[in-house]
């Protein structure tokens, strides 16, 4: 037994020093936990983001970067910063191709705990389930936040990314809504200025 045991704790150390062999080193002052991989020689090359001038980045299927906001590697999440709109013109800047997207073969996804709104929108929108009335969110942000006053007085919407989404997209378009922004974990009596933007994606484990 004493044997079986010694062997027990040795192989667990060996995991354990694997595990950090292979994590990557800090991004400027931020920590690159495993799995994420920020070279082909660290982390599991699976979760590639980007180390660009001591910032965390994500890239989308379109190849936009997008800055890492934080992460969570206990839960298997990270957040992203939107892409800004433009000032004066209600457009993200990733408007040309079609907003946030994310590889089919990601182990990433947009989690269920993001609600989006939506600026600038068609009118065909109203015949979605989405929230475009006078209440909507989207009304105080156009009011309130500055990167939102170019899209004051046109149609928006909001919507809390479920399930039943696509998990892979946050879609904005010529012809539909022109522009988007997030809050992760929304809660109706959050005051405006305590909103936590960005879009949180969650990673499916590594030895999935």
Not at 30 to 40: F, H, K, N
Not at 111 to 119: P, Q
Not at 121 to 150: D, F, H, M, R, W
Request: net charge positive.
């Amino acid at each position: 037994m004493p044997t079986l045991l010694f062997f027990l704790v040795s192989f667990l150390l060996l995991l354990i020093n694997i595990s950090a062999q292979n994590t990557c080193p800090n991004c400027g002052n931020t920590a690159v936990p495993y799995p994420l991989s920020t070279d082909q020689n660290c982390g599991d090359s699976r979760y590639k983001i980007y180390c660009n001038n001591g910032s965390l980045e994500f890239l989308s299927a379109t190849k936009n970067y997008y800055k890492i906001l934080s992460i969570d590697p206990k839960a298997n999440k990270l957040v992203i910063k939107p892409a800004p709109i433009v000032k004066n013109t209600c457009q993200s800047t990733d408007l040309k191709d079609g907003g946030l997207l994310i590889e089919d073969n990601s182990p990433f996804n947009i989690s269920t705990h993001n609600t989006v709104m939506l600026f600038n929108c068609a009118e065909t929108i109203l015949l979605s389930p989405l929230n475009c009335t006078a209440t909507s969110i989207c009304k105080q942000y156009e009011e309130k936040v500055e990167e939102g006053k170019g899209c004051k007085n046109t149609l928006c919407c909001h919507y809390l990314k479920d399930s039943a989404m696509n998990s892979r997209k946050i879609r904005i378009r010529n012809g539909g809504c022109s522009s988007y922004t997030s809050i992760v974990d929304y809660k109706p009596e959050q005051a405006i200025s305590s909103w936590n933007y960005g879009v949180e994606l969650q990673w499916v484990p590594a030895n999935k």
